[in-house]
């Protein structure tokens, strides 16, 4: 299965934005969301299981990040609310390895082409 990150854009600080992850088939597996900033490492944004379960968020996005699927699209949605700068980085979804999840990279495949959010100040 392949999985397609989609919405990003450009925005100023407090807009809001929702990123879409796309499977190309039906698909049995939870999702999660990373970023990556310029020169930074690969980090954990949010994640639910297939259930819709087991989600999970940051700590610096929690209350304002919100993630949702849609079972009929095939769609995970990451609604991300009051953006500010720090939030500027390429957006990726992937799927788990397993049901247990987790919050690091080693814990998901199927990497999906990510998406850049840029948030003006």
């Known amino acids: 299965v392949q999985l397609q990150a989609s919405g990003g854009g450009l925005v100023q600080a407090g807009a809001s934005l929702r990123l879409s992850c796309a499977a190309s088939?039906?698909?049995?597996?939870?999702i999660g969301w990373f970023r990556q900033a310029p020169g930074k490492g690969r980090e954990f944004v949010s994640a639910?299981?297939?259930?819709?379960?087991?989600?999970r968020y940051a700590s610096s996005m929690k209350g304002r990040f919100t993630i949702s699927r849609d079972y009929a699209k095939r769609t995970v949605y990451l609604q991300m609310n009051n953006l500010k700068p720090e939030d500027t980085a390429i957006y990726y979804c992937?799927?788990?390895?397993?049901?247990?999840?987790?919050?690091?990279?080693?814990?998901?495949?199927?990497w999906g082409q990510g998406t850049q959010v840029t948030v003006s100040s």
């Open positions: 992937a799927a788990m390895r397993s049901i247990a999840g987790g919050v690091r990279s080693d814990d998901y495949d199927n």
């Open positions: 639910m299981g297939w259930s819709g379960g087991s989600i």
């Open positions: 088939e039906r698909t049995s597996f939870g």
